[in-house]
Structure formats: structure tokens, C-alpha cells
């Protein structure tokens, strides 16, 4: 297991781009360790793992403000439901198959 280290929006993107699946490891709001079995891999081989989008079809996706530096959105496998966890709580990622 990757022992804690700095992450950034940017080499959690870089780790998701390579990886399917991640068990990660942080600490929620509420002080309390939560443990979850994620992905954000949107490759079409593993279409089964992420939820279709409720975007038509060549629509372009649009949005009003900029992804956050300090939130990273993930898919909750287990729960199978849109979740997040703030980056500089993060304790443990691992890659899962």
C-alpha cells in the first residue's frame, strides 16, 4: 500500500488515468476513516464500471465554474453512487483489479 504523500488534483488524475479501480483511504469530514473501492476510468472497454451519462449524445458538457484543487470527484463501486473526499485528507491509494 502507497504510504501518504502529497497528492494534487493533478497526480490523482495522472494515477485514475492509468489504473481502472483504487481502494483509497481517508478521513471524512467528521474525523471518522472511511475506505472505498473507486474508479473514474471512462474507457470504453470498462463502460460497466461508470454509470452512463445523463448527457444526449453529442452534446458538449458545459460548466459555470472550474474543478476543484481540493475535492476529487471518484465513483463509489460498492455504493455505486457519485461521491467525493477532500485531496489533502487522503491517507492510503492503492490499485485494485
Known amino acids: 500500500m502507497e504510504q501518504k504523500k502529497e ?18 483511504v481517508f478521513t471524512k469530514k467528521d474525523g471518522s476513516v472511511r475506505t472505498m473501492i473507486c474508479s473514474r ?3 470504453n ?4 464500471l461508470l454509470p452512463e451519462s445523463k448527457q444526449s449524445e453529442g452534446q458538449e458538457k458545459t460548466t459555470s465554474r472550474p474543478p476543484s484543487e481540493t ?10 453512487h457519485w461521491a467525493s473526499f477532500t485531496i ?4 492510503s491509494i492503492e490499485a485494485v483489479a
Open 7 to 24: 497528492h494534487t488534483r493533478l497526480t490523482l488524475e495522472e494515477e485514475f488515468s492509468l489504473q481502472k479501480k483504487f481502494k483509497i
Open 41 to 43: 476510468h471512462d474507457w
Open 45 to 48: 472497454a470498462d463502460a460497466d
Open 71 to 80: 475535492v476529487f470527484p471518484v465513483y463509489d463501486l460498492e455504493k455505486s
Open 88 to 91: 489533502a485528507n487522503l491517507i
